[in-house]
């Protein structure tokens, strides 16, 4: 291979094409260049894009999956909002982002400014970390169930340090399922996020640490003058992913507590699930999908706004 | 304060994270080789190890219809992706195609739409040509919503190459499949393997998109059976965490042995973007 790269570098010099050659073979390129691209674009539009715009042309219709479908105007949506079940959920979405974003992304600055001199032995500590990311949230989700069960591990944990009297059946309980459920979502992001900064505040020039202490700054200037501004990539990647995982969660809450107790842990992708394909109203499942699309396009575009560098 | 303290501290205080996130893997281990339908009080150590759940859990769920199923799956998407993807990419970093930079824009933009926004709609245009109970719909489908992160990795990967690779070949006359096959596809199979085993678990993972367009069990995969599993058997904690495990098995396989594919494809492939 290199082979290649070699012999015909030396051919550079003498053969380089006329200018007057290069625009067609340009356009010749260009057109060439659309045959590479047509089959992914092919899929991408046919199994993503097209049955995206559909979904929206489906959220104005009241549709049973069989019958006719009959046009709606924007009832659906009116729906969506005053139903009793799900304006709810987008709540619920919005609450687990405090689990899912916030605070991992907290912890993981934390951990950073704690770290961040580096430790010997830091790939095996990653690999664990990162063990959550690469689980099917199914599993995760089953495990979670059984830690926050009556003889589950939480449980146990809290009776050997005393709190024996707060124990419940935590996924359970009206008031703390849905807390229950967002801490899963922190132990499952806490290590992306803190993987994330460790390896962005390895390319911080170590001078501008010295230059602060120079300036008899101590631990924390560093961190907020040095380190802090230095994530500001990562810390936007962070959380736009974590963001979008809480909203369109599904997987995990579908295990754990199917939207239980009394609803209080229904989320849009669950509702999405069951208004099509258990209720058979599929013109208000959709409004439910683009709505929660919009939210999440208004989530991720504040996220930037936010984190985008002040000139 | 005292260096030394400062350094035990930082392995005190990972070793403790660590701990937490491992413990309820331990916990459902340990749980799995209890005698099924045994009662487990948190960490309990088994007085007799038993694999019977292992086998029970096995038969009883069908795994190996499921774990066949996922295999299939993913034996389609991940070769079909990494071509699509890299052809497009190839395009789109070198090729300047006419349309290239809107395109680009739309690929990107798909890294934000939810699965949910999709899925409906695409049961019934699905269903309209034959490909629901269809390995070849669940495979296009998701190829499709892979594809967005699939065409950004490579598409960075191929404009991070040095351009007088490309120059000196093009000069040289070589034809641009040519070019990518012989010149940039040698020195990409890091980005590729990582893209790979990316898709291999997503594919594997997959839950909503499979649950809604294999309407037949039998056709589903590991975790759209588990999903299934854990409401008949869910006060069977042996049992459904052997399931688990069942299920979990190939990804952490894969996971220990192309940890720094995962951990690099995930971090950088988010940052890049």
């Not at chain 1, 993503?48 to 006719?68: M, Q």
Request: aromatic share 12%; charged share 10%; with cysteine.
């Amino acid at each position: 291979m290199t082979d290649v790269a070699v012999r015909s570098g030396r051919s550079v010099r003498p053969e380089r094409t006329p200018a007057r050659r290069r625009p067609k073979r340009r356009v010749g390129r260009r057109l060439h260049g659309l045959v590479y691209l047509a089959p992914a674009l092919a899929v991408y539009v046919l199994f993503a894009i097209w049955p995206a715009i559909h979904t929206v042309y489906l959220s104005f219709l009241e549709w049973d999956g069989i019958l006719p479908a009959v046009p709606a105007g924007f009832s659906n949506y009116v729906t969506v909002f005053t139903d009793p079940t799900l304006g709810p959920a987008l709540w619920h979405a919005i609450v687990l982002i405090l689990f899912f974003a916030v605070i991992p992304c907290a912890f993981g600055l934390l951990m950073t400014a704690l770290l961040q001199g580096g430790v010997r032995g830091m790939t095996a500590y990653r690999m664990i970390f990162f063990l959550p990311q690469v689980l099917p949230l199914v599993a995760v989700g089953i495990t979670w169930r059984w830690m926050y069960s009556d003889g589950g591990l939480v449980n146990r944990g809290l009776e050997l340090i005393g709190l024996g009297s707060v124990t419940r059946a935590w996924l359970g309980d009206y008031d703390t399922a849905l807390v229950a459920l967002g801490l899963i979502g922190t132990w499952a992001m806490s290590g992306l996020c803190m993987v994330l900064f460790l390896s962005g505040v390895q390319k911080v020039d170590v001078a501008l640490y010295e230059a602060v202490a120079l300036d008899g700054g101590g631990p924390v200037r560093k961190f907020f003058t040095v380190t802090l501004p230095a994530l500001r990539g990562e810390v936007t990647i962070a959380s736009v992913i974590t963001t979008i995982a809480a909203l369109a969660s599904f997987d995990f809450v579908f295990v754990t507590t199917n939207g239980g107790p009394v609803n209080q842990t229904t989320v849009p992708g669950l509702l999405v699930y069951r208004l099509a394909f258990n209720e058979a109203d599929i013109g208000t499942a959709s409004a439910l999908a683009v709505v929660l699309t919009l939210v999440v396009i208004v989530f991720v575009t504040a996220i930037r706004l936010i984190t985008r560098e002040r000139s | 304060m005292n260096p030394r303290v400062m350094v035990a501290a930082r392995y005190l205080v990972l070793t403790l994270f660590a701990v937490a996130v491992l413990l309820p893997f331990v916990g459902v281990t340990l749980a799995a080789f209890h005698p099924s339908g045994a009662p487990i009080a948190g960490l309990a150590w088994p007085t007799e190890w038993t694999w019977s759940n292992f086998v029970e859990a096995w038969q009883e769920a069908g795994f190996d219809r499921l774990v066949a199923n996922s295999f299939i799956i993913a034996a389609g998407v991940v070769p079909l992706s990494l071509v699509l993807a890299t052809l497009a990419a190839y395009s789109l970093a070198t090729l300047n195609p006419f349309g290239g930079r809107a395109l680009s824009v739309a690929f990107v933009l798909g890294l934000t739409l939810p699965i949910e926004l999709v899925v409906v709609a695409l049961y019934f245009d699905l269903s309209t040509v034959g490909l629901t109970n269809s390995y070849l719909g669940v495979i296009l489908a998701e190829t499709a919503l892979f594809m967005p992160f699939g065409v950004y990795w490579m598409q960075t990967h191929f404009a991070a190459l040095p351009v007088e690779l490309l120059d000196a070949a093009r000069v040289d006359g070589a034809r641009s499949l040519t070019i990518l096959t012989r010149v940039l596809l040698p020195i990409s199979w890091p980005a590729l393997t990582t893209l790979g085993v990316l898709y291999f678990m997503w594919s594997w993972n997959q839950f909503l998109l499979v649950i809604v367009l294999m309407q037949d069990p039998e056709l589903r995969n590991a975790p759209t059976g588990l999903g299934l599993f854990v409401g008949q058997f869910s006060a069977n904690i042996p049992l459904l965490s052997a399931a688990s495990i069942i299920v979990i098995g190939p990804i952490v396989t894969l996971y220990l042995i192309f940890q720094r594919n995962f951990v690099s494809g995930i971090t950088q492939g988010a940052v890049k973007g």
